[in-house]
């Protein structure tokens, strides 16, 4: 893969942002951060991804649990119910704890839940965390190669869009 993935930020809170900004500079590594400030506008800009003519999907959602419009569960839920957007890979990223907010975010599809860090550095380890794992995970084609390769390797059609 010549360029590293992106990674699609929805949160609504400007000083999350930054503070995960910092930490991801702290931490040596500044990834290329696209930022939604609600829910919907993640799930717009994953929409446009998928139909653009530069196609690939960022390498890692990271969703806040409560944002406007839409939350954190109500993208992830969207994103699991389409083909295209099936295997991105999506965290919650959150200030809330509640048992019920973590089994509700792992049965909607999340590949995980952190709680968001209030102490500088344990955010950057949270930031050192998203850089490695992107690092160390092989990504699905969509996001490293596009949908026309990944179409073109799944040969019944089912990966892209034409809901079967």
Same mark, same amino acid.
């Given at each position: 893969?010549?360029?590293?993935?992106?990674?699609?930020?929805?949160?609504?809170?400007?000083?999350?942002?930054?503070?995960?900004?910092? +930490?991801?500079?702290?931490? &040596?590594?500044?990834?290329?951060?696209?930022? +939604?400030?609600? &829910?919907?506008?993640?799930?717009?800009? #994953?929409?446009?991804?998928?139909?653009?003519?530069?196609?690939? #999907?960022?390498?890692l959602v990271i969703l806040d649990l409560k944002m406007p419009r839409r939350n954190g569960l109500d993208v992830l839920g969207w994103m699991r119910s389409q083909p295209a957007f099936r295997?991105?890979?999506?965290?919650?990223?959150?200030?809330?704890?509640?048992?019920?907010?973590?089994?509700? !975010?792992?049965?909607?599809?999340?590949?995980?839940?952190?709680?968001?860090?209030?102490?500088?550095?344990?955010?950057?380890?949270?930031?050192?965390?998203?850089?490695?794992?992107?690092?160390?995970?092989? !990504?699905?084609?969509?996001?490293?190669? &596009?949908?026309?390769?990944?179409?073109?390797?799944?040969?019944?059609?089912?990966?892209? &869009?034409?809901?079967?």
């Amino acid at each position: 893969m010549s360029t590293p993935p992106e990674i699609l930020l929805a949160e609504d809170d400007e000083a999350d942002v930054f503070l995960l900004r910092r +930490a991801f500079k702290d931490a &040596g590594a500044e990834p290329r951060l696209r930022v +939604a400030t609600d &829910g919907q506008e993640a799930m717009d800009l #994953l929409w446009h991804r998928a139909h653009a003519e530069e196609d690939r #999907l960022p390498g890692l959602v990271i969703l806040d649990l409560k944002m406007p419009r839409r939350n954190g569960l109500d993208v992830l839920g969207w994103m699991r119910s389409q083909p295209a957007f099936r295997c991105v890979p999506a965290f919650i990223f959150s200030s809330s704890s509640r048992r019920e907010d973590v089994e509700r !975010a792992y049965s909607a599809g999340a590949n995980a839940f952190l709680v968001k860090p209030s102490a500088t550095t344990q955010r950057t380890e949270v930031a050192r965390f998203f850089n490695e794992w992107l690092r160390l995970v092989q !990504a699905p084609l969509a996001v490293s190669e &596009g949908f026309k390769a990944a179409a073109a390797a799944h040969a019944t059609g089912v990966f892209i &869009g034409g809901g079967r």
